[in-house]
């Protein structure tokens, strides 16, 4: 039997959900599934899985293990491995609850398990959530070490469409089954109507993380917590509902801030044109997550990239920032205060639509934000300073320095275009890749039409594995 790996955080019951469906498949008697979970043995059932090893196993783990012995296991993983150690516990936002020296000593933990489970019943296949965290960023490099595929989900930046990636810059790894007979004339149909209607990706229109003072959600999770044990021993949610009431009280206070701060810093885009000025956007991104820590790993200080573009434009030019929706009532008024005190920066609304800014603008400059895809639909200028798959574009400006800034900005300023053939082929891409379920879904909101969607997905990884077919390469 073939063993599937699957590391489990938020999206664990949707995963559980897509593996109960699976085993409905008869290819299904020739696959192990074994899994890591971040959660508690009591909050999900995982019994679909042949072998579970849970975060609390990791953290008791950790105990028996010395220093020096996590010393000498780091030394080899990075030797193995080719990694940095340090470059991977950074990309966990999640460690910091934890005690410094804790941190290393489970971060050695969580890979032993791993490696653990491998000895047992080699893995053959991993399927992370995402690529956004300590433990998916070592299965990452386990799996390139190994050979094997390495799969994560992506929202493809273009509705409700979702396709598979296996790297760090989020690139299309594979055409979908259900799409192999899709042209490229369709696929410029899709963009043309997706810029014509002004459609955003479906995480920005509707989503649960979004600011609110209180919902019907907000109380039913709260009881979940009230009732939850061992709320220490779970990785990602670790939250006493006495913490989360106090933080809710918190982002309300911050968004009122916020509002109050964007109704005398905001740009007016009228006046703005009359007065001959230019503009670049900079869409603020939501921190801390895989969008700044792993895609933009060496550059991710947002305050310190919007000093740096204020200093590097033109007279004749301003930058207006963006706050993203997900990150309000999330960040303190002093954020902003730090965001216009520069004589060439104001604020935009949240609400604006980000094709309306984007056709009037010199072009956008960000990490790794769908905005800088949309701008490459609108041929408008990027100055990119992440790993994101559509920097690969020629045209894209690769800010990979801060002391050629004043480059970057120049070259921005006098883009001409991009290939259009070049672009044509990255939606091509992006487009057969996906899956485009009716209705969106988040890992607590679906139905058996996403798992549906999301096995056809792994449909031919899983193939590959059972009965080792060419394994697909990728495509952008």
Not at 64 to 81: D, G, V
Not at 147 to 169: E, H, N
Not at 308 to 332: N, Q, T, W, Y
Not at 412 to 435: H, M, N, P, W
Request: net charge positive.
């Amino acid at each position: 039997m073939k063993n599937i790996f699957f590391l489990l955080s938020v999206s664990e019951s949707f995963f559980t959900s897509c593996m109960e469906l699976f085993k409905k498949d008869p290819n299904s008697k020739n696959v192990y599934l074994s899994c890591f979970s971040y959660c508690n043995k009591n909050d999900s059932d995982l019994s679909v899985f042949d072998h579970a090893v849970y975060f609390k196993d990791a953290l008791e783990s950790k105990n028996k293990i010395s220093m020096e012995e996590c010393l000498r296991q780091a030394k080899r993983m990075e030797s193995e491995y080719h990694f940095v150690l340090s470059s991977l516990i950074h990309a966990e936002r999640n460690f910091d609850r934890f005690d410094k020296q804790d941190v290393f000593r489970i971060a050695i933990s969580m890979a032993l398990k791993v490696e653990e489970i491998n000895s047992l019943k080699p893995i053959e296949m991993v399927v992370s959530e995402g690529l956004d965290d300590f433990l998916s960023m070592f299965l990452y490099f386990f799996s390139k070490k190994n050979d094997i595929p390495f799969r994560y989900p992506v929202r493809s930046r273009i509705g409700t469409g979702l396709y598979l990636s296996d790297g760090p810059d989020g690139h299309v790894v594979t055409a979908s089954l259900r799409n192999k007979g899709k042209s490229m004339l369709e696929a410029d149909a899709y963009i043309e109507g997706y810029l014509k209607e002004k459609i955003q990706p479906s995480y920005m229109v509707a989503n649960r993380r979004f600011f609110k003072v209180a919902s019907k959600q907000d109380f039913l999770t709260l009881g979940k917590m009230l009732i939850r044990k061992d709320r220490k021993t779970t990785f990602h949610a670790y939250q006493d509902p006495f913490s989360a009431v106090k933080k809710r009280v918190v982002r309300i206070i911050n968004a009122s801030r916020y509002a109050s701060c964007l109704s005398k810093n905001e740009a007016d885009i009228e006046k703005l044109s009359e007065m001959g000025l230019k503009y670049f956007i900079y869409p603020l991104h939501f921190h801390p997550e895989a969008s700044t820590l792993v895609k933009g790993r060496w550059i991710n200080n947002q305050l310190q990239i919007i000093e740096f573009i204020s200093k590097s434009l033109p007279a004749d030019c301003v930058l207006l920032v963006k706050e993203h929706k997900v990150s309000i009532g999330r960040r303190e008024r002093s954020f902003y205060d730090e965001v216009v005190k520069h004589h060439n920066v104001m604020l935009v609304s949240h609400k604006l639509n980000p094709h309306d800014l984007i056709k009037r603008s010199c072009g956008v400059v960000t990490i790794s934000s769908s905005m800088g895809l949309e701008a490459i639909f609108h041929d408008k200028a990027v100055i990119c300073f992440g790993d994101v798959f559509y920097n690969q574009v020629n045209g894209v400006v690769n800010a990979r320095n801060i002391a050629k800034m004043n480059e970057y900005v120049l070259e921005a300023l006098s883009f001409k275009g991009y290939s259009q053939g070049d672009v044509r082929c990255l939606i091509y891409e992006i487009i057969t890749s996906s899956v485009f379920p009716e209705k969106d879904f988040s890992p607590h909101k679906y139905a058996e039409e996403h798992c549906e969607v999301f096995l056809d997905l792994l449909a031919t990884d899983i193939d590959f594995v059972i009965h080792g077919k060419a394994l697909r390469k990728n495509v952008a």
